[in-house]
Every structure is written in C-alpha cells, then in structure tokens.
C-alpha cells in the first residue's frame, strides 16, 4: 500500500475526454491497492483565455486581481475531474447512486484554500509556506480520492495567490512531501525526460532515471517538462518524482536523489543536451573600470524586471571595462532603452553592441564533475561542426555556449552524438 | 453618506466594455459621497458553458462538485470588476500607479469564503446561514469597494456552495441587511419592473414603488427580475431594493414595505399582470374517495422532484374524486410516467386526462385585500374576450387563472386595459 500524488497537467485535462481518462486512471492506481491524492491544473487553454480577458482590461493587470481570476481556471478543473471520479466511480459499482449523492462520495474537490496552503503575498509568483495535512489524512483515510487544485493558495490575508508558470507542479510536489507520500507522478503530454528536444535532434532518447541536479539545470535550460522550483523542493524531501505521459502507459523519467542512479552513474557524464532558442546578447564597451560599474547595470536591469542569464565580463584594459551579457528575446526591447538610459545619465562614452537571433545550447550531466575534459571535448565538438561560440558560462554539472540560432539545431545534434547520448541508459 | 449595496447581474457584466462601465458607475457613485459594496454575478454565457461542461460527464452532476465548478464563473467576474476599478481609480488619478499596485488598492475581489457567507450544505440552493461583516466593515472603513462574489458561499465543511438560479439577488439582499444598508441596487438589463411582460402587452408600464408582497408574488408568477427569496430577505429587514437598468442611468423600480407606498395604496387594487406560457394539467378521475389519496399523489410527485403548482380537488361523487393539478412543461413527462406507476401500482380504475400548452395569467397586488369583487371583474373581463378558465388558484393579493396557451397574450392585454394598470402611478 503506497500513497501516490498523479499530478495532471493542463492537456491531461484539456477536454471531457481526457478528464475522463484522469479518473479512469486514478480508479485504477487506486484498485492496484494504492492511496491516491490528485493535483490537477487548468484545462489548457482556460489560462489563456483568462489572461486575455484581463489584459483587455488593463494590460498590467493588478497582480491581487489576476491571480484571484485565473485561480478560477483550476477551480474548474478540479470540479470536473473530482465529477468524473464519482460517476465513474458509479458506473464501477463503487458507489450506489442514492448514497454517493447524498454524501458518500468517491472524490472530493478541495481549492487551495480549503486545505490550507498557505503562501506568501508575492502575487503570480508565490512560494508555499505551509500545508496544512489534516483535512487531507482525514478524507485518504476514508478512502476519499482528494482533487486538489494546483497553481493556488491563500496568503496571510486571506488572498488567493498563484505560484507561476508551472506551479501546480510545485502544489504537488509540496503536497507529496507534506503527507510523505511514496512517490509524486506528474503526467503530461510527453513521455518524459528526453537527452534532448526531440524536435531538434531525432536521435533524442527518453532518460530513464535522472538526478534532481541535472533535472533542475535541464529544467532552467528550457526542458518546460517542469517548473523548477518543484524539482527543487522535490529534492529538499527527497521525494522521488515520475514524469510521465497520460497519453500511455508507459514508464516515463525518474527524478531521484543522485546517490539512487548507482554505479551508473560514473558512465554517464553528460545526460542531456538542452537548448534555448530566444536568447539575444549585449555587450557594453568603453565603461570607466570603477567599483560599482556592474551593481549600477544589472541593478537597473533588475528594476526594470529583466531576467540577465549569462554576464562575462572581461579583463580591464586602459581603465576601460567590456561587459557582456544575455537577455532572453521578450526583454530585449526593454533592457535596450535601460542601457539607453545609463549610457545619457551616467556613462556618456559607453558604446552598446547588441546581437538578437541567438541560441543557448548547453550538456548537463552530474557526472562531469569527476570528469575532468568535458569542456574542451564540447568547444571541440562544436568547432568541428563549424560553429563559432559567442560566450560560454560554466556551472559544476552544466556548460553553456551561445551560438547562432540558424546552427542551434545542428549545435544539439552534434554534442548529442558526440557526446554518445543515443547510445547510453 | 449613505452605504449602498450594488449589484449587478450577468448581462451588466458580460463583456470586458460593460466591466469597464460597471467600474466608472460604482465610482462616480462613490465619488457623489456614498460608501459603495458591489456584488456581481457571473459574466452572461459564462454559467451555461460551465454547465454544459459538466452535463458532457453526468447528466445529472453531483451537486457538490457542480457548485464549485459554477461557483468559479463569478470568481472570474470579481477579479475582472475589481481590476477595472482599480484600473479607473488609477485613470482619475484617485491612486498612484506605484502604490496601488504595491499594496493601496481602490477595490478588493472577494469570494464567499474569503466574507464568511456560511450555507447550510444544500447544494444549488443553499440558505445563506451568516454573513461576517467584519473584514467587510474594515474595508468599507479604508474606502475600499469590496466586490463580493454572488451567488456562493461556504457550508460547515467548508465546501462550496451556490444559492440557486438569481442566487446573486440574495446575497446582495443579504449582505445589504448584514451591513444594515441604506439601499440596496440590483442592476440588471431591464428598467425595473413593469405592470406587465412588455412583450405581451405594448401598454406595459414600469412601476416605481411596489410593496415587497406584490414584488413576490410577481416573481413567483414568472416576472424574472427578481430572485423571490432576495425579496423575501428584503421585506424581513425592510431593506429598500431599486431594480434598475446598467445601461442607462434612469430611475427603475423600488420595491418598499407596504407601508411607505402611502395613501396612493388605497388607489392602486391590481399592481401588475403576470404571465406563464408553460404550463400543462393533470385531472386525474375516478379515484377512490379515501383519506391520504392525495398525500400519496403529490408525495410521489414530490418524490421526484416535480414541482407542482396549482392544485383544485373537486367536491366527491359517489364516493369518486376529481384532483386537477398543473406542473411546468419541463416536468410534464416525468409526471406523466409518475401517474402511469400510480396507476399500475394503487388505483388501477383511475383516468388519467392531460392537457398541454396552457397558460397562467395572474393579476397581484396588495389593494385587492380591501376590495371586493376584483375576482368577479376579472373573470368577466375575460369572459367579455372569449377566453375560457380552465382553473382558478387566489391567495390574498394575487388572483390566478389557467387558460389556452394561444390566449395568454389576449388575457394579458385585455386585463392590463380592464384594470387600468396603463393609467395608475
């Protein structure tokens, strides 16, 4: 007897087909002699459509309000995913009819603030404080399949919050470690973790179990399978997650604690390729080489609530200082009239290069850190393809390079190869 | 000073352009020196399309997960009003942009848990049990407009609950009396109240006072402005409803206690004309003349939700009875097939007569009490066009009769005319 939090995400649940198909499954996890608990997200779509209807009205809606409105989404869902339980349910000869509708029902459907999640007040981004577990014993106890609404909570005033983009991920990644389940599955539309986007290189194989660190750094690098934060929070709790697709049965990735991936892991180096398509670059030259120069930039930047990714700066020549440093593309206009701002209030002779159309394309793998030569194999690889490198950042388990978005595609087929991950697992 | 309750129904929401019109009216009455709470309903179209959601997976939904899945309709319209407040009160200069969106808000989306709106467990058409005012009062303190979602609430669970079809009505009514209120406005896309269905009779009149006896008795008689049981809420505190249009700024009808209608009461005998076209009969004969026949007939009905309206039992016959009642045209099969197991199963020897497309035309108002002989003219008045009576129900301020469905509109007429209700104000 296991306790499983499935986490649906938004095309799991993105017609009255699919729903069905949710509780068709959750029945079944649960026939299998499980206790089930269900985090669901917004029907896809429904979010858009919300933030469509609030943009015509103001096009920075107040943060407070929006979150109260697309909230709504998941409230929606989970009403018809806890329907669809019952009545299938029902149909099973689980239930009788007459007692299920009066008050014996198979699933329940529970918003964030019934269960009590509690969060900060950093509207569209906040971060879950607390959970409270009470409610939720209770109704497993009873047998009771809890459909709980991802993406949502209440702040100290009782406000509704959202946790952003992804968030129902982290709702049931927190909800998994609050009642310590056994595992926390978040079925989507794809079959796992892939070496890399399967769109970019055809060799792309799933993986089949992965650690949280290289999870989190594919994650940041644009593998969209999971918010970040949830891998985060997974390996706090060291919670082992199942990414999985809803659309078949099949085993999809393991995100586990690295100790988990055995003696594996000392084969594997690199475990997956990602890339990043939208990403454009500045570089500042002719900046006076004075203390405080990069706080005053990026502070401004940061002001404007413009994510910075990469930043190299170069060694002073003359008292004169280059910096460079990556945007991703929805910013770019707003970090160039920042830079436009310093360059005529503070640094007059500041000279600013910009490049749009670039791509990040970066290897990950936790065994890289025992193995010293990954990056030059890497900058090696890509030079054999023709491929000029425009900067490069380093973390212990993770190499990025900028690189041309016309050769992005071909960058990832060559590491992908080079780096013999079609071969590996 | 006065604190005015406002509320407004789906159509005065339905589209982002009546949103923004919804927030300069809810200001500019703030700004004439009132302390504004709004109260809104789902946006129109919204309620079906979540219905037919859930009908696609039951057509007979569970009522608890039905409620929290409509409930979120009118989640989307708190938070798209209190944005358009906040986004005009940022337009008039009435805030900083910087402060408001920090934490100074003009207005604050409130949902019925986030208020205290306690239901019983009734789900669909749950009873508002309590109102806590207290976060309420603080904001009205600090000159926020709270906008409260209608039609919701929490039950002892803390599930969500909804108030039934106009349930919107009743919680504006409820929180006006909970805050003891100056004024209560229903905002919908009618003037007000007419003394008859315009579409049926071209003299219809918009009334401007009328008693809150008359207002229920019209709204139980079909006149949709209205729910009857926000009127019901009203008359037990003395709340003074205005029901008026959003989409113009003209007087609509206010609905008082008999008293304040004055000496003019004494004038006005018949108020208003009501009208039903879907209405259909059952006279059942030769039933068995022994106690409890008609307890057991209308249980069964009762049994199955069929809702039955007007009941007329004839004087006995050789120890037969006839018992002629009507249901609305909805529920004439199910009442059909009701009577066919009465049959079958206890009075094998009864006949069954049904008779569709009828209508109910109704004359109501509180004068008749006083005067005699409103019955009389009445059914001369119709006797004089022709239309035949094939029943008659009256309680102390409302007379009704059942005739052809083909007539209503020429009975509706002919009594709006013989009572003169085109000249009375």
Known sequence: MALIVQKFGGTSVGSVERIRHVAQWALDSQANGNDIVLVVSAMS??????VELATQINPIPYSREFDMLIASGEQVAVGLVSLAINTEAERRGLLSVAGAKAKNYWARPLLGHQIGIKTDSIY??????AIDTTLLKREIQKKVIPVIAGFQGVDPDNNITTLGRGGSDTSAVAIAAALSADDCEIYTDVDGVYTTDPRLCPDARKISRISYEEMMELASLGAKVLQIRSVELA???KLPLHVRSSFNRMEGTRVVP???????MEQVVVA???ADGSQTKFTLQNIPDRPGVAARVFGALSQASIVVDIIVQDVPSNGRLTISFTVGRPDFLSAKQVLRDIKDTIYPEMVVVEEKDLAKVSIVGV????????????????????????????????????????QMMQAVQQLHEGFELHKTD
């Open 258 to 264: 690295q100790e988990l991936l055995g003696s594996k």
């Open 124 to 129: 569209s981004k906040a971060r879950i404080q």
């Open 45 to 50: 779509g429904e979010t858009n459509r919300l």
């Open 272 to 274: 997956g390729v990602a």
């Open 235 to 237: 390996a706090k709790y």
């Open 367 to 406: 065994g890289m850190q025992h193995h010293p030569g990954v990056a030059s194999q890497m900058f090696a690889l890509l030079a054999k393809a023709g491929i000029n490198i425009k900067l490069i950042t380093t973390s212990e388990i993770k190499i990025s390079c900028l690189v041309d978005d016309s």
